[in-house]
């Protein structure tokens, strides 16, 4: 199995709103001699700016919530955990994993900015 990667521009050029990265779980099969994907399950969507916003609660608070429905969607699937740790790090090059307390933001909402 292996992580594919979608890009969904917005529909009828709606302002406001930028690209959205869909994490697809792919299984790999050989069809009358070529190479196809089968879907193995949806993993999660993100927004494109949330993965280089520069208010990083904000960036971290989005990043956790697409994480929480990667998780649930992978302990649904349970996975021995060298495929569970490969899927991971393949998913954490694009979008990288907050840290601990990345849900406070909804608490806190105060922005912090990185340098």
């Given at each position: 199995m292996l992580v594919k990667w979608e890009k969904h521009?917005?529909?009828n050029g709606a302002s406001g709103h930028r690209a959205n990265l869909t994490a697809l779980l792919v299984e790999p099969y050989q069809d009358n001699g070529s190479a196809k994907n089968r879907l193995i399950e949806h993993l999660g969507t993100i927004e494109e700016k949330f993965l280089a916003s520069k208010v990083r609660n904000m960036r971290?608070?989005?990043q956790g919530l697409f994480w929480s429905a990667v998780d649930k969607k992978l302990d649904h699937l349970g996975l021995d955990s060298n495929?569970?740790?490969r899927i991971e790090a393949d998913i954490a090059r694009t979008v990288s994993?907050?840290?601990?307390?990345?849900?406070?933001w909804?608490?806190?909402?105060?922005?912090?900015f990185d340098p």
């Open positions: 521009n917005p529909q971290q608070f989005h495929q569970r740790n994993r907050p840290d601990e307390d990345w849900a406070l909804g608490v806190t909402c105060i922005p912090r």
